[in-house]
C-alpha cells in the first residue's frame, strides 16, 4: 500500500496527514512548530511512520504547505495553504455540507475563502497578523484571564450580561483594553464573550470581502472553541459546519493533493 502525506508547517503547529490509495485519512499528528520547522516538521513525520506502521519507503509522494512550506527539503512539492484548505474543506465536509465559503483561523492570521460549485477557490481574504483575531490571541487573552484557553468555550455560555466591547484591532492594544475591564471588576465569562465577539465582528467583515454564501465551513484550532462558533452563527445568522478534526483540515487536502500529483506524475 502506498501512502501520501500533507504536511502543514504553521507559526505555531505543524500538522500532518496521511492519507492511503483510496484517499482515506489514515492518521494525523499536530505538534508545536517552536524555533526550527524543518526539525521539528521532520521528526513529526517520522514519528507519525513509526505510530502507523508504515515504512517510509511506502511514503511516496509528500506535499508542504503552510508558512514553512519551502523549509520542508523532502517534500515533493509544495503548495499554497488556500488550495489545500479548500480541498481539504471538501474531503472532510464528505457531502454533509455543500461548502461553498470557509472561515479558517490559524495561530497568527485568519482567512475567508469563496468556492465555486465544484470547490474550486473564486476569492480569498485574509487578515493581518498583528489582528486581535487569532489562535494565538485567544491563548493570550486565556493566560491574563488565568485560565485555560480550552475553557473559554465553557465560560462564554456561563456570560449573564450584554458581551462587552473589545475595539482594538491589534492583539496588544486589545489585551491592555481586557486587562483593563478586569481593574473594573468585569466578570471574566462577560470578558470571554465579549472577545469571542469582537472576534466575529472581523470574521464577519472579512467574510464579506469574499462574499458570504451558504455553506460555511470553519476549521483551525479555535474552531474547537464552542464560544467562539456560537458568537460567529449569531452574528452570521446562519449555522456553521464544524469538521471531526478542524486543525488537520490543510493538511489534510495537500495529503489529498499528494495523492492526486502522484496519480498525474504516473498516469494512474
Given at each position: ?44 513525520l ?74 474550486n ?8 497578523r ?22 473559554l ?95 488537520i483540515?490543510?493538511s ?17
Amino acid at each position: 500500500m502506498n501512502y501520501f502525506a500533507g504536511i502543514d508547517i504553521g507559526s505555531t503547529a505543524i500538522k500532518i496527514a496521511i492519507v492511503d490509495e483510496n484517499r482515506k485519512l489514515v492518521g494525523h499528528k499536530i505538534s508545536a512548530s517552536g524555533s526550527m520547522f524543518y526539525k521539528y516538521a521532520k521528526q513529526a513525520l517520522k514519528e507519525m511512520l513509526d505510530e502507523l506502521n508504515i515504512d517510509e519507503k511506502n511514503l511516496v509522494y509528500r506535499v508542504a504547505t503552510g508558512y514553512g512550506r519551502k523549509l520542508f527539503k523532502e517534500a515533493d512539492e509544495n503548495i499554497s495553504e488556500i488550495t489545500a484548505n479548500a480541498m481539504g474543506a471538501m474531503a472532510a465536509a464528505d457531502g454533509k455540507c455543500n461548502i461553498k465559503t470557509i472561515i479558517n483561523i490559524g495561530g497568527q492570521d485568519s482567512k475567508a475563502i469563496s468556492l465555486d460549485d465544484e470547490g474550486n477557490v473564486v476569492n480569498f481574504a485574509m487578515n493581518d497578523r498583528c489582528a486581535a483575531g487569532t489562535g494565538k490571541f485567544l491563548d493570550v487573552v486565556a493566560m491574563n484571564l488565568e485560565i485555560e484557553v480550552d475553557e473559554l468555550g465553557e465560560y462564554h455560555f456561563k456570560s449573564q450580561g450584554t458581551p462587552l466591547a473589545i475595539n482594538s484591532t491589534c492583539a496588544v492594544f486589545a489585551e491592555s483594553e481586557i486587562i483593563g475591564l478586569l481593574g473594573n471588576d468585569h466578570s471574566v465569562e462577560d470578558i470571554v464573550a465579549g472577545v469571542h465577539y469582537s472576534i466575529a465582528k472581523r470574521i464577519i467583515k472579512l467574510l464579506k470581502r469574499v462574499g458570504i454564501n451558504e455553506g460555511i465551513y470553519f476549521d483551525g484550532g479555535p474552531a474547537l472553541n464552542s464560544g467562539l462558533v456560537n458568537a460567529i452563527e449569531n452574528e452570521l445568522g446562519k449555522k456553521i459546519f464544524i469538521p471531526e478534526f478542524p486543525q488537520i483540515t490543510t493538511s489534510y487536502g495537500a495529503a489529498i493533493l499528494a495523492l492526486e500529483s502522484y496519480e498525474f506524475e504516473n498516469k494512474i
